[in-house]
């Protein structure tokens, strides 16, 4: 694998790390199946591209995806929590809506941003090649994402959302307005998603209409291969192995990408990505098997 | 001050299998009385409790807890003026979070809970010194997560939980009789030891009439979902297992079917 290609890697498995974190927040803390992020991957990347595009500034741009991929949250939870529509139902409804919604909103099937400036453009140092510096860049956003969210987590307020998804009627028993968490967990969880969907339109040079398929998909895979690389029940250490898993899990896909020799293709992607989210499950069960063989 | 006045709860109305769980219940509990709440299986025990904590909405009657009319407010808002203790020491508390975790979501029932630290150095203290009346070894505990615990534990932890922050009327939903009969009397000795401590108005149902007449100043005999026999003072300190028994026939008119009262 060329250099160019590991901090391209690099640069990818930083940007779903945020997607991680936001599918960590509703599988994880909420338990809410949420495939809302299939819509509000390429919601984030179309609002920033038709901003930019229409020459608003890039970072006001890229506020006003992450704001749209909270206002979908918002609907997903709403139609579960007041329209009592099933989560994963009221996910997959949204999902498709926002497939019309992001048609709409760009106008055709994709928006180039190669001429435009962009939060990288912006942000690099002239000194530094652009495609180091946009994973540096990155580092520092996903580090600010993760820790902002470990402190918020650690709040009565945050400690609120994670009573819901671990014992509803426990935390309405203590007081805990569960439906209002539930609006606010999936806003801040598809509004990471939609500044990942922004981020990347960015940094590839581009929103496209096809850029959200299997964003779940990645999303789960990264925080299933983090906690298998890194298993802890401390937020810290929690919120760092998703944030990990999302970049070993670039690693891994590139690194099968790129060799010759096993002979994958671009077009494989979804495949392996399918056969590592099975492997990285199975994982447990297979530990489990071995441990109860020393024992007998 | 409890004022549940003609409460009426119908499950399944108008289908083959319709069950009037509360026909006009009615019951005031004045400020720092403990009443148990006994009746058969059906009677109504857990509806009513259901319906005092928001968990049942009724379909007619009302519920006032201190001159506030709570009967439209759902679970969480009433959660201000009730503290509550599940039958299942499982739903109690959230197993995914530390004792420290759980006991602050609890001082913390009915407040707006906004931004700052959820745990902080100042309540650790508090809640080792409540852990450690216990004796249980909990107050070295605080950062394990509360799902590694036992059940009779998590059940002294949840009652602990309850009263940390203060009530207008505790509900104890058959509180120890998921667990065995050591934890079961140790959790009954706690429970009598805050109650009176901190003199809660409290409501107990529990599946034994000895325990019924042992603890408390009240007790009530819920059937067919109307309150059927109401003693304190006096007439309930004279009174025995058999007495009740009797008293209950004799209210009814009516022979007791169900051999489970006799036997517990």
Known sequence: MSLFSMFGALEIGLIFSLVALGVFISFRLLRFPDLTVDGSFPLGGAVGALCISSGMDPFLATAL????GAGAGVITAILNVHLKIMDLLASILMMIALYSINLRIMGKPNIPLIMEPTVF??????????????PVILIIVVLLAKLALDAYFSTRQGLAIRATGSNPRMARAQGVNTGAMIILGMAISNGLVGLAGALFAQSQGGADISMGIGTIVIGLAAVIVGESILPSRKLFFVTLAVVLGAIVYRFFIALALNSDFIGLQAQDLNLVTALLVTFALVIPLIKQRMSRRKRV | ?????????????GTPIETRA?????????TGQFVTVIGTNGAGKST?????????????GSILIDDIDV???PVWARAK?????FQDPMAGTCEDLTIEENMSLAEQRGQRRGLSRAVKTSQRAGFREHLATLGLGLENRLHDRIGLLSGGQRQAVSLLMAALRPSQILLLDEHTAALDPRTADFVLQLTQRIVTEKQLTTMMVTHSMRQALDVGDRTIMLHQGQVVLD????QRKGLDVPDLLAMFEKVRGEKLADDALLLS
């Open chain 1, 121 to 134: 453009t912006i942000l690099e140092p002239s000194w530094l090649i652009d495609y180091i510096a946009r």
């Open chain 2, 1 to 13: 001050m409890l004022k549940a006045n003609d409460l009426h709860i119908t499950f399944n109305p």
């Open chain 2, 81 to 85: 003026q009730v503290a509550r203790v």
């Open chain 2, 22 to 30: 509360l026909c006009g219940l009615s019951l005031q509990i004045p």
């Open chain 2, 231 to 234: 003693v304190s003072g006096e």
């Open chain 2, 48 to 60: 009513f409790l259901n319906a005092i904590s928001g968990d049942l909405a009724i379909d007619s």
């Open chain 2, 71 to 73: 009967t439209d407010q």
């Open chain 1, 65 to 68: 995806a992450a704001l749209a």
